[in-house]
Nanobody, 118 residues
Framework: QVQLVESGGGLVQPGGSLRLSCAAS????????MAWHRQAPGKQREFVAG???????NYADAAKGRFAISRDNAKNTVHLQMNGLKPEDTAVYYC????????????WGQGTQVTVSS
């Protein structure tokens, strides 16, 4: 099993920055992709950004140019640097770890709240 623990959420003003972190532990050898998803009140959960073991990144259109996903392999941690935050970025952000070749390995964190408001 894999455990994911998110941190770094909070309240920020529009235009501000925030850095989320996701620490993975357990049997992570089968994991080859980690990602961030978010869910705003009354909306479906949506993909935000992903990164492979090799460092290839992918972003949702809403995140391109403002967000950056990265990983620290020594610490088994993935980060999401969010700049130029907008009120519409307000959501619960979830860390996801999976194997794209075997979808049986698919894990989620409990989420961290991000609120962008003046």
């Amino acid at each position: 099993q894999v455990q994911l623990v998110e941190s770094g959420g909070g309240l920020v003003q529009p235009g501000g920055s925030l850095r989320l972190s996701c620490a993975a532990s357990g049997s992570i050898d089968r994991i080859n992709v980690m990602a961030w998803h978010r869910q705003a009140p009354g909306k479906q959960r949506e993909f935000v950004a992903g990164i492979t073991n090799g460092g290839t990144t992918n972003y949702a259109d809403a995140a391109k140019g403002r967000f950056a996903i990265s990983r620290d392999n020594a610490k088994n941690t993935v980060h999401l640097q969010m700049n130029g935050l907008k009120p519409e970025d307000t959501a619960v952000y979830y860390c996801n770890a999976q194997n794209i070749l075997n979808h049986e390995y698919d894990y989620w964190g409990q989420g961290t709240q991000v609120t962008v408001s003046s």
